[in-house]
């Protein structure tokens, strides 16, 4: 199993740019995360999912938009970038709830918005 | 207050020595805890979950107070390998899926 992997492992964006980053698993779980984690700081929730086709907020949505068409695969989406959105970019996944077990996360995407 | 407090460290302790790391957390109503290990540059990967009864796993040893909603993370006999970012994390209650991550606390073993 390759576990949870994400593309790009880095990026650069001018402000105003749009970009989707990819998550996907091949655990077959149901639950799926996106989290930012800025310097110095935890890891703060952006969406999530419960299953194909439902998605909710977290914490941080604004500026963020997802979707679930399938079990394995969870793209995050930045319509109109900014500054502020320069962060490291975190998937994770969970078979049964992140609020009962463990997460597996998958190794971030780094964005830098200029 | 913050829902879940960290010493950001550093800690910079000697090979061989033990360290004890300290989480609060603001919601009574939390179910879950955990201690998460995040290399640099790294993903964050799960240590160890916390029990109330405390809970070891050959060197560490997690400890989880409910009443005065602390948790604690134990490491004896360090190795250079710990020196790493550790993650106290707590959920929500009962099918709430929002993990709240403390900031993190960091630790060198000098050789």
């Known amino acids: 199993n390759a576990g949870v992997t994400q593309t790009p492992k880095f990026r650069i964006l001018k402000i105003g740019q749009s970009m989707t980053l990819q998550c996907a698993q091949d655990?077959?779980?149901?639950?799926m995360y996106w989290y930012r984690q800025d310097p110095g700081m935890g890891l703060k929730l952006i969406y999530y999912s419960v299953g194909a086709g439902i998605t909710d907020k977290g914490e941080v949505p604004n500026g963020y938009n997802v979707s679930r068409s399938t079990t394995e695969d969870f793209p995050l989406r930045l319509e109109l970038a900014a500054p502020s959105q320069t962060s490291v970019y975190f998937c994770?996944?969970?078979?049964?709830?992140?609020?009962?077990?463990?997460?597996?996360f998958g190794p971030g995407t780094r964005l830098l918005v200029l | 207050r913050k829902e879940v407090e960290q010493d950001p460290g550093p800690f910079n302790v000697p090979e061989g020595a033990t360290v004890a790391f300290n989480c609060t957390y603001s919601n009574s109503a939390s179910q879950s805890f955990f201690w998460y290990r995040q290399d640099c540059r790294k993903e964050p990967k799960l240590l160890m979950s916390v029990y109330s009864s405390g809970n070891e796993d050959g060197r560490f040893t997690a400890q989880l107070n409910r009443a005065s909603q602390y948790i604690s993370l134990l490491i004896r006999d360090s190795k250079l390998s710990d020196s790493a970012t550790y993650l106290c994390?707590?959920?929500?209650?009962?099918?709430?899926?929002?993990?709240?991550f403390g900031t993190g606390t960091r630790l060198t073993i000098i050789p």
């Open positions: 994770a996944s969970t078979q049964a709830g992140a609020w009962k077990e463990t997460q597996y």
């Open positions: 655990m077959n779980h149901n639950y």
């Open positions: 994390v707590v959920t929500g209650d009962f099918g709430n899926e929002k993990l709240t």
